[in-house]
């Protein structure tokens, strides 16, 4: 072999292998990037003493201490449980289908790898839930549809909190509406996205909406005011939002935004928020009653 043909084999081989631990990444990535890819083991509780007159319970991805999340089954067990709304992430696929899934890829949630935005809904019927709480008692358990879970939310009254995933879709949002819309169901849009917000602020102007942050800002503030029926949505756990005696708080609290947090699972903080006078709670197991 010379010294060129060599050269070839050792580049052909590094090649193969650099693919294969991009893909390995990529994989580990999706699996591992969000926070709640290994069970938690919630610790289910009853707040309803912490609770003020507008306090409003909303189960994170449907009660997913107890069911898969961001499944049917985590809607209904919602529902049971009587929260006031049920939490949901929602994307659109190929061939205009509005499913319900957290991540833009199926691959932490199911027995599949696949994108949503890039599949049919066909396609990812082939796959199955495989991750969640008590995910033994709902075999063959598919990725559902925006219709399905606005029925549960119509079957047990809640409100449908919907995150508007991204900067995506935003020329179909009229789908989304039309799907609500021949409900009775009422609508809470929330994301991170203020755009999102805006155009859905255009198709339906008396729904209740949240812009979603980390940390609070004063952009975050002016940016909710602008919009109109704009909350703000905070992380419970970040310490930001606490300093200096809990200002960006109480800053909202004074500009008459509603205020409401993610993802409460203590007793204790939520307690704290509320007195606060943050008046929206989503949690993944704290209950009502």
Same mark, same amino acid.
């Given at each position: ?26 994989? =580990? ?6 926070? =709640? ?30 069911? @898969? ?34 991540? @833009? ?20 019927? *082939?796959?199955?839930?495989? %991750?969640?709480? %008590? ?68 198709? *339906? @102007? ?43 708080? *109480? ?39």
């Amino acid at each position: 072999m010379n010294r060129k043909t060599v050269i070839k084999t050792v580049i052909a081989v590094c090649t193969v292998l650099s693919a294969a631990a991009i893909g390995v990444g990529i994989g =580990y990535g999706l699996k591992s990037y969000n926070k =709640y890819y290994k069970l938690v083991d919630y610790k289910t509780a009853k707040v309803s003493e912490y609770m003020k007159d507008d306090t409003k319970l909303i189960a994170h991805r449907g009660f997913r201490a107890v069911a @898969p999340e961001n499944s049917l089954p985590a809607f209904e067990e919602a529902g049971k449980a009587e929260f006031w709304g049920a939490e949901c992430d929602v994307y659109r696929t190929a061939d205009g289908v509005w499913v319900i899934h957290h991540d @833009p890829n199926i691959l932490r949630m199911t027995n599949g790898n696949r994108n949503i935005e890039k599949s049919d809904y066909s396609e990812l019927l *082939k796959y199955d839930f495989n %991750n969640g709480h %008590n995910i033994e008692k709902y075999p063959n358990l598919k990725i559902c549809k925006v219709e399905d879970y606005l029925a549960v939310c119509e079957k047990y009254s809640m409100k449908a909190v919907i995150e508007l995933k991204g900067k995506n879709n935003l020329e179909y949002f009229d789908e989304l509406i039309k799907l609500i819309d021949s409900t009775s169901v009422e609508p809470v849009f929330i994301s991170f996205n203020a755009d999102s917000l805006r155009k859905i602020k255009e198709l *339906k @102007p008396e729904a209740k909406l949240f812009l979603v942050v980390d940390d609070i800002r004063d952009e975050h503030i002016q940016t909710a005011l602008e919009i109109g029926n704009c909350g703000i949505d905070f992380d419970v756990d970040l310490d930001k939002n606490y300093k200096n005696d809990c200002e960006m708080i *109480k800053k909202c609290v004074t500009a008459g935004l509603d205020l409401g947090v993610w993802a409460c699972d203590y007793p204790e903080k939520m307690k704290r928020v509320v007195d606060l006078g943050v008046n929206f709670i989503t949690t993944d197991c704290l209950t009502a009653y």
